[in-house]
């Protein structure tokens, strides 16, 4: 059983950046998939970062948000640069198995961007 508390959401005007942390409880941390993925209201959850071993990310990021992990401290990391009003979402820390299925999930930082 894994327990993820995802922090560093925020208010931040576009061009901005944010820092997501995400903290991990349980055993097994390096073995599993990291990921971050984001909700915004009215639209369909979607893929941001994931981090296994090579990070992918979603085809919206182009350069502008980082992945990384803490394994000796149980950490995960979003690195978020040129924030735009369109980033404005919950952002959920998640770990699994897969690059494709996450197993748990965080209860969410929202981040909101403004023009």
């Known amino acids: 059983q894994v327990q993820l508390v995802e922090s560093g959401g925020g208010l931040v005007q576009f061009g901005g950046s944010l820092r997501l942390s995400c903290a991990a409880t349980g055993s097994g941390f390096s073995t599993y998939v990291m990921g971050w993925y984001r909700q915004a209201p009215g639209k369909q959850r979607e893929l941001v970062a994931i981090s296994g071993g090579i990070p992918n990310y979603g085809d919206f990021v182009k350069g502008r948000f980082t992945i990384s992990r803490d394994n000796a401290n149980n950490m995960v990391y979003l690195q978020m640069n040129n924030l735009k009003p369109e980033d404005t979402a919950v952002y959920y820390c998640?770990?699994?198995?897969?690059?494709?299925?996450?197993?748990?999930w965080g209860r969410g930082t929202q981040v909101t961007v403004s023009s």
């Open positions: 998640t770990a699994g198995l897969t690059y494709t299925t996450p197993i748990y």
